[in-house]
């Protein structure tokens, strides 16, 4: 009987994984549709390509600064992109950055399991909940670097207590290929992770030398000016996935008050940080605040497009080892995974173009936020002294 069971299980996780597998790969079907290949094969990384040399021929890889086309990273992403960009063939550049990001998707996976004391045959499952995620197969469409983004902070997540000045280079090479990761020191702060926040300075300064040393120090300031025009920048394309976008989708607003919801969602998200980071100096949790972070600098910017959601994974499988696999946690991911693969499809079943992805991402977060304020609640009254003295 047990053996039956098992089997049958078995069979009804196949057949899910295979429809998920199935509907990412639709969905990314139907944008090459849109982008034939090969002529749109890896697109941005080849914008990125052109800044590269811009560097180096015109001293200015900000040369383009139009959002979609233009190269918008700290001049410190560019060390990266000059690994792949040196292979002037489209294919074999093609394979090796789809082989890098396949790769660290992988490590990923396998680390954040092995972190948790899973073996492969526990997490199987997981390789394909990932690397059949459509954000992250357009992703290797695009030739996007987010997951080289994504796996700086998994280094950070893994390394933060056992080897924490090389867990702090890796957020540092988070940040310098997105920005945003710079709010994981105030996760480092919340944890009191003074050798990691030493780690990323160290980690930050070594790669904006070598920036400054090789593209020259004034790409910095272009960066700086490039960056305000960003925070300024407010796309509302149908392919743009921002919370305002997708709000005027559903329901046409003025642009004016678009960036007041845009302001005041920020402020929402920040509280949020704050309260799960006063939250993780009590309980000493390493997982909460880290998710929250992850899924909130996801959805907070004013640019975002459907490949950034890509970074869901990350949090997704922390939640799901952190969790033990618990059966609620794993049916809500699978459900919001499996939303966001169908929400990019236009003729399928024209869903909410984002907004049911924004709706996994925000409630996601408040769960864990509930979850924290309970276990801190408990964790004071079975502590009376320090329970009376916050009650104050």
């Known amino acids: 009987m047990k053996r039956f069971r098992f089997r049958v299980k078995a069979l009804l996780i196949g057949a899910c994984l295979f429809a998920y597998v199935v509907l990412g790969f639709t969905t990314v079907l139907e944008l090459v549709g849109r982008k034939p290949l090969p002529d749109h094969l890896i697109e941005d990384f080849n914008y990125y390509a052109r800044a590269y040399k811009d560097a180096f021929e015109l001293g200015d890889p900000y040369a383009v600064r139009d959002i979609g086309t233009g190269f918008l990273y700290p001049p410190p992403a560019l060390l990266i992109v000059g690994l792949y960009a040196r292979v002037s063939s489209l294919m074999p550049r093609v394979a090796l950055l789809g082989a890098t990001n396949i790769l660290l998707v992988s490590l990923m996976v396998y680390a954040v399991g092995q972190r948790h004391g899973y073996t492969l045959s526990d997490i199987w499952w997981w390789f394909p909940l990932a690397l059949g995620f459509a954000p992250f197969l357009e992703t290797l469409l695009l030739g996007q670097i987010?997951?080289?983004?994504?796996?700086?902070?998994?280094l950070l997540f893994l390394w933060q207590d056992v080897r924490p000045?090389?867990?702090?280079?890796?957020?540092?090479?988070?940040?310098?290929?997105?920005?945003?990761?710079?709010?994981?020191?105030?996760?480092?702060?919340a944890r009191r992770k003074l050798k990691a926040i030493a780690g990323t300075v160290v980690g930050l300064a070594v790669f904006c030398l070598l920036a400054g040393w090789i593209f020259g120090w004034h790409t910095f300031a272009s960066f700086f000016d490039v960056f305000k025009q960003l925070l300024e920048a407010f796309p509302l394309d149908p392919n743009s996935h921002s919370f305002v976008a997708v709000l005027n989708r559903l329901v046409p607003l003025p642009y004016e008050t678009l960036m007041v919801i845009h302001r005041w969602l920020t402020v929402y998200m920040i509280a949020v940080f704050v309260l799960s980071g006063i939250l993780t100096t009590l309980t000493r949790e390493r997982e909460p605040l880290f998710i929250?972070?992850?899924?909130?600098?996801a959805l907070v910017p004013n640019v975002m497009w459907y490949h950034h959601?890509?970074?869901?994974?990350?949090?997704?499988?922390?939640?799901?080892?952190?969790?033990?696999?618990?059966?609620?946690?794993?049916?809500?991911?699978?459900?919001?995974?499996?939303?966001?693969?169908m929400d990019r499809l236009y003729s399928f079943l024209q869903l909410t173009n984002g907004a049911l992805a924004h709706g996994f991402g925000h409630l996601s977060i408040l769960m864990i936020l509930v979850g924290q304020l309970c276990r801190t609640r408990r964790l004071l009254k079975s502590k009376p002294r320090l329970w009376k003295l916050l009650r104050r």
Do not use: S
């Open 165 to 189: 000045l090389l867990g702090g280079a890796g957020l540092a090479l988070g940040i310098v290929t997105k920005v945003t990761p710079l709010a994981f020191l105030g996760y480092l702060l």
């Open 292 to 297: 929250i972070l992850c899924f909130g600098l």
């Open 146 to 154: 987010n997951v080289m983004t994504h796996f700086g902070i998994l």
């Open 309 to 341: 959601y890509v970074f869901f994974l990350l949090p997704v499988i922390v939640w799901l080892a952190w969790r033990r696999k618990h059966p609620a946690v794993v049916a809500w991911c699978f459900v919001g995974l499996t939303l966001i693969q």
